[in-house]
């Protein structure tokens, strides 16, 4: 497929940029054409900014054609977020990585969207300090990635997702303005709070160009307990215990009956249990252990099959190792999975895994529930062989339910992937009309042309 | 002066209230006027709604004959924020007071505005639970304030501000609709953030008429230390330290050295010093003793001049008595005060009390600096004799010269108070053009007339 952009158009960036930052070849347009939703459509061109000023100019000159320019960091969407389904310009940020400033005194860095999360972790090392979102992918994602959706991860129980860990933002409008929000403070009541409205937007609002990190100081070390309950109340009721008393968990982790049944059947050393929590402590050699023993308190309960605690290095790993082995044993059930971040009230997570029981009973397919259980932020995996016509079709119309399950339960969409396309249609039922106007409002506010990632979040009118 | 609202409007309102709820009277208009900025502007008329539709009924009416509506809490805001300038109708939300529903289970409290802090406080003890914004007019500011200007207080170092503390509003936009945006769970990647946007818009975005808010485990014990330094520069050091070691602050106040003179002057018990920091540790029997030990080590350093531990409760308010003092002490110096909550970067706190020294010696007029290190938010008291005409017109003069450091330490007008009218002017010089152009847009896009608070945070086109 050839690029259809107008000639005028693909010359201008072409001066812009210049041939190593204008690409519009069909092998570095496809490869610039999905993301890990496996979704795909193709860009016209890819441009690869080297600062704020070229993005400006590039949306501002996509604007005058209304041309689409779609933001991408490292594609790790699992929503379609990042696909140029209108075609337009890709605007790759992997030529603005440069960790811009790392200030110790203010706790905050300041970096530039393009950097990976786990090299930002790598060099916040040595000042003893970390950013909290920690997304699985970590270590290919990019912070613009993080904060176009939000992005969070098992330490979010304690330390919050990324909209809490963000401090200033500057950013490219769909009028191709540069603009400034918040800054390296950490308590802000001048004006609106543009900031945090950016994060989660998913590209659709303004790009961001550089963003200014709240830092928290490294723990000095991590212990953790493992605990096996007799079915998904129990271990829900110590999930509510856990969170109400002042020691805050560094992760607090749910399996269900199905993760832990998968786990076993692939030789993990797991009893055999309803359900299952991880619950970490972080804190330093005085604060540790009282930590610790606050957790497993709080774990303890009715219900309660087994527990193991682990205080250090190895026996840790040893715990987490039954987590780490959920992913790779899911593949083993089947091939193919919808996976989808759904949040519900934590009171009312028992009440899910019962719904998605009774759903799996009736489409006759697994679905393993596990997750972020101290948010409420369950991965509900619907598994189905994709070579199967029927249970593909089954596990597509199980989907619409569990959303509307959630729903029903008085919970929302995502917790850390955001909507992209994948859940677009199921905002009109997220939100009541009036709410979905308002957010509409905001969105020409600030991209009054809607050139900025069009399709994505909200659903068409 | 008499109520000069169109006929048709005061006859569709008072129909809609009833007369105990729609107030015209001269002395029931004069007791809305004004807020704790002293400045003043006459409403014509006192709305009193009991439910969220009555206020959208009340805002779709004003609309329609294009007659402002601001909304008020309790008045305590010192920035004329509550004042209605442009006359119009007052929202009072004196009769939502009610306290729906607390959900321990879910660590969250629903509530109408016109709740008191200190009564959701008291509500909330019970369940060993707290919401963390503690402004010092707590026993008598409502939520709805609160969360018009992302109100803080000491605990904001450890527990965060208003806008950290709100999982979800309902809120009447400026056409009379009701949105709802978030809900009772602590992680949210479904649409744009509205809930945050909301927080801090001074009532001039929507009117929040019920609050999801965020609630923390309550600590069993409280211990503190009280550090003397030898000038600020080492006091900030010193704050910087506390800062970067994984042991949070619970409070971290500090106070500058005419702060001190100023106690001594009156009589405390505490050491001539160049700044003196107030640390404060929370935790449980287990825990506390070793963080306040790890914060009295940072506290540790170059410059100290004297240290005082206090791990029981008479100690600790003996401690916190020189706190408690220093606004009556204040008074002691002029009765005439311009108190400022500007907010630096952590690190520049040296700067802004060097800059602020000098201006004070150059408008031989005293300036007291304190407040909340932890977060850079520091209180700037510039005092003066109102009756004394140079003394007044000096310290007006130099209520601009303190924006305009701060602003070039990289910091910004406001932590807690908000903007109202007394910053407004300011917010040109706190953000470029294209920033304030796409506040104005929000602004147009959830309140298309400009019926809401009109005149504030803004400064006009």
């Known amino acids: 497929m050839a690029s259809t952009l107008p000639a005028p158009l693909d010359a201008a960036l072409a001066a812009l940029l210049g041939p190593d930052s204008w690409l519009t070849g069909e092998q570095m347009r496809r490869a610039h054409a999905e993301d890990d939703s496996r979704l795909s459509a193709m860009p016209d061109a890819v441009a690869l900014p080297r600062d704020r000023e070229q993005v400006a100019a590039i949306v501002r000159a996509c604007r005058a054609h209304r041309v689409p320019v779609v933001a991408r960091g490292a594609g790790t969407a699992t929503t379609g977020a990042a696909v140029p389904f209108a075609g337009g310009v890709v605007v790759s940020f992997a030529r603005m990585d440069r960790i811009v400033e790392i200030r110790p005194g203010d706790r905050c860095a300041v970096v530039e969207p393009g950097v990976l999360n786990g090299d930002l972790q790598q060099a916040l090392q040595p000042h003893g300090l970390f950013w909290p979102p920690d997304p699985s992918s970590a270590d290919r994602c990019t912070i613009g990635g993080n904060l176009a959706c939000n992005a969070g991860g098992p330490r979010a129980v304690k330390y919050g997702a990324t909209r809490d860990n963000v401090l200033g933002l500057v950013a490219v409008t769909g009028e191709g303005e540069i603009i400034r929000c918040g800054g390296p403070w950490t308590k802000d009541a001048t004006g609106y709070d543009l900031t945090h409205l950016l994060v989660g937007s998913e590209g659709t609002l303004a790009l961001v160009v550089e963003a200014t990190l709240k830092l928290a100081p490294r723990p000095k070390a991590q212990a ?3 605990a096996f309950y007799r079915d998904a109340a129990a271990a829900a009721a110590a999930v509510a215990r ?6 805050v968990p560094a992760m607090l982790e749910f399996m269900d009956a199905s993760a832990i049944a998968l786990l076993r059947r692939n030789g993990s050393d797991v009893p055999d249990a309803g359900a299952m929590l991880l619950v970490e402590a972080d804190g330093d050699d005085d604060t540790l252990l009282p930590a610790l023993q606050a957790l497993a308190d709080a774990a303890e309960g009715d219900g309660l099959v087994a ?12 715990l987490w190792a039954a987590r780490r082995a959920l992913s790779p044993a899911l593949r083993t059930i089947a091939p193919g999975k919808i996976n989808e971040d759904v949040v519900v009230p934590v009171s009312r ?3 899910l895994v019962a719904g998605v029981e009774a759903l799996s009973a009736e489409a006759s397919l697994p679905i393993v529930v596990f997750g972020h259980a101290g948010n409420g932020n369950l991965h509900v995996n619907i598994m189905y062989r994709p070579d199967d016509a029927s249970e ?3 596990a597509q119309a199980a989907l619409p339910r569990v959303f509307a399950l959630v729903l029903s339960l008085g919970g929302t969409l995502s917790g850390e992937h955001g909507i992209g396309v994948a859940k677009r249609d199921w905002m009109e039922r997220a939100f009541d009309a009036p709410t979905l106007a308002a957010m509409r409002a905001i969105k020409a506010a ?5 050139i900025l990632n069009p399709g994505k979040v909200l659903p068409p009118l």
């Open 446 to 450: 600030l991209d009054p042309d809607g």
């Open 224 to 226: 953790g307990l493992r």
């Open 349 to 351: 997570i028992p009440d």
């Open 392 to 394: 593909t079709a089954r």
């Open 242 to 247: 856990l969170m109400a008393q002042p020691q």
């Open 307 to 318: 527990l193991d605690v682990a205080v250090d290095g190895s026996a840790r790993d040893r």
